[in-house]
T-cell receptor
Framework: AQKITQTQPGMFVQEKEAVTLDCTYD???????LFWYKQPSSGEMIFLIY??????QNATEGRYSLNFQKARKSANLVISASQLGDSAMYFC?????????????FGAGTRLFVKA | DTGVSQDPRHKITKRGQNVTFRCDPI?????LYWYRQTLGQGPEFLTY????????KSRLLSDRFSAERPKGSFSTLEIQRTEQGDSAMYLC?????????????FGPGTRLTVL
């Protein structure tokens, strides 16, 4: 069965510093995709970054990068130069890629607090 | 506005009543997802459509829940005989593609309160 684990319920980071949010996963699917979403207090889910299981390089999107270690089944999100607006809930998610259904599962989330 | 829209944004109902929510995805998106999110938790997958076909449905979903996407455009989620445990945010998301590896665009959600 698929599973996403986020072990950090809350994280604090100083403004302008980098922070890593942990995500480990379990799946038997040969092809899968990993996502990170941000959910501010306003409630909307905002897509941040995507990593395919067969992608050779780690994904990057501006200040966001995904540290993908396939053998360890981890997909940690790195936010560089944290800003006050980065304070939010962050969810790691996984979906099957290829044929068949595309059930997506989410982790329990990590709440990030950015301190001025 | 070409984003995902959901209606209503808030619904308060009494236990035992039926409720129906609507989701309008981004127009060219062929895939549509429904999730339920309770306070402090991540979204929980309920069901998924590719065009008008419902391809997956969570085993967590009881027979009281049903979803349709009749013409492959908008979708409805109905909850019959609501229970207090159904109180949650119901999120709809859409994406485009056939292989699964594409970002999902989320709507603002419908917050359901069952009294």
């Amino acid at each position: 069965a698929q599973k996403i684990t986020q072990t950090q319920p809350g994280m604090f980071v100083q403004e302008k510093e980098a922070v890593t949010l942990d995500c480990t996963y379990d799946t038997s699917d040969p092809s899968y995709g990993l996502f990170w979403y941000k959910q501010p207090s306003s409630g909307e889910m905002i897509f941040l970054i995507y990593q395919g299981s067969y992608d050779q390089q780690n994904a990057t999107e501006g200040r966001y990068s995904l540290n993908f270690q396939k053998a360890r089944k981890s997909a940690n999100l790195v936010i560089s130069a944290s800003q006050l607006g980065d304070s939010a809930m962050y969810f790691c998610a996984m979906t099957r890629v290829g044929t068949g259904g595309f059930k997506t599962i989410f982790g329990a989330g990590t709440r990030l607090f950015v301190k001025a | 506005d070409t984003g995902v829209s959901q209606d209503p944004r808030h619904k308060i109902t009494k236990r035992g009543q039926n409720v129906t929510f609507r989701c309008d995805p981004i127009s060219e998106h062929n895939r549509l997802y429904w999730y339920r999110q309770t306070l402090g938790q991540g979204p929980e997958f309920l069901t998924y459509f590719q065009n008008e076909a419902q391809l997956e449905k969570s085993r967590l979903l009881s027979d009281r829940f049903s979803a349709e996407r009749p013409k492959g455009s908008f979708s409805t989620l109905e909850i019959q005989r609501t229970e207090q445990g159904d109180s949650a945010m119901y999120l709809c998301a859409s994406s485009f593609g056939t292989s699964g590896g594409y970002e999902q665009f989320f709507g603002p959600g419908t917050r359901l309160t069952v009294l």
